[in-house]
Structure formats: C-alpha cells, structure tokens
C-alpha cells in the first residue's frame, strides 16, 4: 500500500486519475482503508451503477474518517473532471427566484473512483431520474424507510416491511427491501407515475393505514415522542427534495456496513441483518442484485390518484 503522502496514477476505463492516501484509515474501529473504500466501489461498480443511472448524486465526505467530521456535497466541485456528467437543476422548495445546483450524475466507473478517492463514503438518490433525453424528471421508486425507535430495533423494523410488502401487494406492487446499512430498512416499489408529488401522498396514507391497524408497532408521525418502541414509516422521503441511501452504499458506521439488499426470506428469518462490504461482494457474487427489479419495467405497476383517500 502506498505511503500517505504519495500519488498515484492510474487508469480506470480510459479515464487517467490521481489516487491519494490510501492507506488513510477510514473505518478506525476496523482499520479499513480508503483503498479499501475505493476497491470496495470498484468492484461492486457493475451492480451499483445501474441504481445511481440518471440520479442527481448528494455525497457524504468524510475526509478523515467516520469518527471525524463530515459534510454533505450535492454542488459539483471546482475539480470535477470535465468528463463527469453533471445536471443543473432547481433547487427544490426554493422561491420564485430559484438558484440552481449542478448535481453529479454518475454513469460510469472512473466517475465512482474518482468520489472514492474523496472519501465519498455514502452516496444518496432521490427517487426520480433525469434521463439525457427527458424533458423532466421522471419518479419511478416509491420509498418507505423504516426507522426504528430504541428500544425497538431492525428486528421490529424486519415486522413491519412483511406488513408494508403485503398492503402494497393488495395494489398490485412488486416490493424490494434492503437494510439502511445503519439500524434500520427501506422497503420500495418500482412504479410508474405522472405526478412528482402523488409517491409521498400515496406512501403517507400507506403509513397512516399501517399506523391504524398496528398501533404498537408502527408510527407515522413524526414526534419524536411517539416514536420510542415502535417503527417510524417515513414516507417523507418520497418528497422530490429528498434523497435515501443508494443500495450498496457504504455507511459511515464503525464498522463498513453496507446498504444490502434482502430476500425476502431473510427479512421473515429476522437476525441482526447487518452486512459489511466484503459480505456483501460474497452475496452478490451468490445471488446477483437482489434490487434489479427495482431497474426495468418489469415489476413496475401504474401508481394513480384513485390509490389515495384524503382523510
């Protein structure tokens, strides 16, 4: 492994890049590298990158590891390579006067390097594309996270997505569930839609009917002091401002867990649910993606406004 203070060049797919640091440890609970973050990306890249395609990329850094400090980057840097895809986009909410942000959009693996090598540990998505040739943006992924209030935890959460799997089955969607790679779930639908605004109305009343027929176990609301021993079903981050955990991205945990997706069968088994990036290499090596019907039209099923009752 190189010293910390030397550079080195490499080529990734025709793309030449400067690799630095790498054997700064990043994880110091255990000893993993950001050369080890960088051959993690690497090499889960072919399964990864279909599920960042076309999504204006936010970036956790965490230049000097996860016990230090950290920032969000939705911004393109000065020092993006100009063979970087990038889309300027309004700023969600804004006013009238709206500012623009000139998001990331990774398409290929020298473009996952390179936010590797900047300690880009955690790589969030919303739940909308902006293909090159779309004139707006296109929601496909209803998303419900499912946060766990001490003392519950992933195992109550486990619960809850068999409950939301089924309630969405009754309207005929295809569910995928993988963990947050920290203490809770995210279960998501692959859908077809018009309207940016009707997934987080339909994932609200899914949250409040849930809320309604499990009121031990599930909460919809977001005061925190309702949420203690049960599971918050957050249907907030269907709002088109917001991002959730790409599936395998790396969390900034002690440990490099990973947002891993799940049979469903392991969520039925319960356990702890919690894979680090070299199980997670082993598991995809196994099963494949276990989230590629989040990707094609298979799966995806026509979300309308007469699956939301306004109460």
Request: contains cysteine; aromatic residues 6%; charged residues 25%.
């Amino acid at each position: 492994m190189a010293a910390k203070s030397q550079k080195v060049q490499v080529d990734v797919d025709g793309r030449e890049l400067t690799l630095s640091n790498l054997d700064k440890v990043l994880y110091p609970d255990a000893g993993f590298t950001k050369g080890e973050v960088i051959d993690y990306y690497t090499r889960i890249a072919p399964t990864l990158l279909p599920h960042l395609a076309d999504r204006p990329l936010t970036v956790k850094r965490y230049p000097n590891g996860v016990d230090q400090h950290f920032f969000f980057e939705k911004n393109a840097s000065r020092g993006t390579p100009d063979w970087v895809r990038t889309v300027t986009l309004p700023v969600p909410g804004s006013t009238k006067n709206r500012e623009t942000i000139d998001y990331i959009v990774v398409e290929a693996l020298p473009t996952m390097v390179w936010l590797a090598n900047l300690a880009a540990l955690e790589l969030h998505v919303p739940q909308w594309q902006v293909p090159r040739r779309a004139r707006k943006p296109r929601t496909d992924i209803v998303v419900f996270d499912l946060d766990p209030g001490p003392p519950a935890t992933v195992v109550e959460s486990a619960q809850v997505a068999l409950l939301l799997r089924d309630v969405l089955a009754e309207d005929g969607f295809t569910a995928f569930a993988k963990t947050s790679g920290s203490k809770g779930m995210q279960v998501s639908v692959p859908v077809s839609v018009d309207d940016q605004d009707l997934p987080s109305r339909y994932a609200h009343e899914i949250a409040k009917r849930l809320e309604e027929q499990h009121p031990d176990l599930v909460v919809s609301r977001m005061t925190k002091s309702l949420r203690p021993r049960k599971v918050l079903v957050d249907w907030s981050q269907n709002n088109p401002a917001k991002t959730t955990v790409a599936p395998y991205s790396l969390r900034a945990r002690p440990e490099p867990t990973v947002s891993t997706p799940l049979t469903w069968d392991e969520v039925e088994a319960g356990g702890d649910l919690s894979f680090t990036s070299e199980e997670v290499l082993d598991r995809v090596a196994e099963h494949g993606d276990l989230c590629d019907g989040l990707l094609g039209d298979e799966h995806r099923a026509r979300l309308t406004t007469a699956m939301v009752t306004d109460r």
